[in-house]
């Protein structure tokens, strides 16, 4: 793949995820906002294009830390990695950084009161990844297999109550760009995951547990919204094509 100005992030990130930690650097959202193009990104946010390229290049011809080539998965593949890996991280760290920031407001909130923001936008978040999961792991994956199942079986596919699977896809990405939202208003308060001064272990503890929390979720929602979403779409449209 040949970088030029007229690719977006999300195209360059999903055939190479190792170009995250470039955009990552830059402040590029390559998730929520993986549609932009390079041309787009650099002219609002004044970086050298050229500089960006070369950057992306060098990364990509890098043979260290090589990555899994996700987008040559098949469907029900990356649907039950998603599941497997980053729904069961999400459900297993969430109540522990429940815990750690709670005894921090209960401990720090007086001297650090951007830590009740902290939480509460952190409670929100959990709450509704919790809902957003669930209709992935009920509704949509499911469907998801269903094609894939009957494209390699060669059976027809009777359509779902939803209509077009870009139904739900468009519901889902509403809900991951509010998910990257609340976790820039996290980063801001606490000032890119940089603990205090006067921060205890606990304290410098679930700073990085949260820094960890939204680059997994980075990955999670790029997985979907650059990879499996636009693959599921193409697959249901080679069913109308049959139909």
Partial sequence: MEITPKNTIGEIVADDFRTAATFSKYS?????KGHRTIEEVCKKRAIDEELLIAE??????????????????????????IEKTHHRYVKEKTPVIFQFLNKLCNVHGERHPELFDINSLFSASAADLSAHMRKEEVILFPFIRKMKTAQIKGDFLEMPH???????????????NTEGDRFKKIAALTNNYSPPADACN??????????????DLHKHIHMENNILFPKAINLEKKFEKVS
Avoid at 28 to 32: G, K, L, S
Avoid at 59 to 81: C, G, I, M, V
């Fill in 56 to 81: 992306i290049e060098r990364t990509r011809a890098s043979e260290a830390n090589q990555s899994f080539d996700y987008k040559t998965w098949p469907l029900d593949l990356l649907t039950d990695y």
């Fill in 202 to 215: 606990t304290y410098k503890v679930t700073f990085a547990m949260l820094e960890e929390f939204e680059n």
């Fill in 162 to 176: 939803f209509g077009t699977i870009e139904n739900p896809i468009a519901m889902m990405k509403q809900e991951h």
């Fill in 28 to 32: 590029i959202d390559f998730c929520c």
